[in-house]
């Protein structure tokens, strides 16, 4: 079993910048992708960025390009999302999962799932 904790969440003005990280523990073996979703009050939940395995490659949703960066610490078990230039919009809470196979960005293909950590900026 595969235990995601989320922290680095906050309250921020619009323009600002956090990052959030999230650690596993448990069984983590094999080459498995990691992503952030998020989701907003009375939205579904959606993908922002995801990494595979090594971090050599990376995923980005166009409503966060330009402004958030993915990356991973494999010898720590832990990923980062560094969020700037934030927005009202961005506004949501924000979730960190394990994938099944080394590439996702359905929630289908994600196995483990944090319990979310809230981001809310202000405008």
């Known amino acids: 079993q595969v235990q995601l904790v989320e922290s680095g969440g906050g309250l921020v003005q619009a323009g600002g910048s956090l990052r959030l990280s999230c650690a596993a523990s448990?069984?983590?073996?094999?080459?498995?992708?990691m992503a952030w979703f998020r989701q907003a009050p009375g939205k579904e939940r959606e993908f922002v960025a995801g990494?595979?395995?090594?971090?050599?490659?990376?995923y980005l949703a166009d409503s966060v390009k330009g402004r958030f960066t993915i990356s991973r610490d494999i010898a720590k078990n832990t990923v980062y999302l560094q969020m700037n230039s934030l927005r009202p919009e961005d506004t949501a809470v924000y979730y960190c999962?394990?994938?099944?196979?080394?590439?996702?960005?359905?929630?289908?293909?994600?196995?483990?799932w944090g319990q979310g950590t809230q981001v809310t900026v202000s405008s």
């Open positions: 448990g069984r983590t073996f094999g080459r498995n992708a």
């Open positions: 990494t595979s395995w090594s971090g050599r490659n990376t």
């Open positions: 999962a394990l994938a099944r196979t080394d590439w996702a960005t359905s929630q289908t293909d994600f196995r483990s």
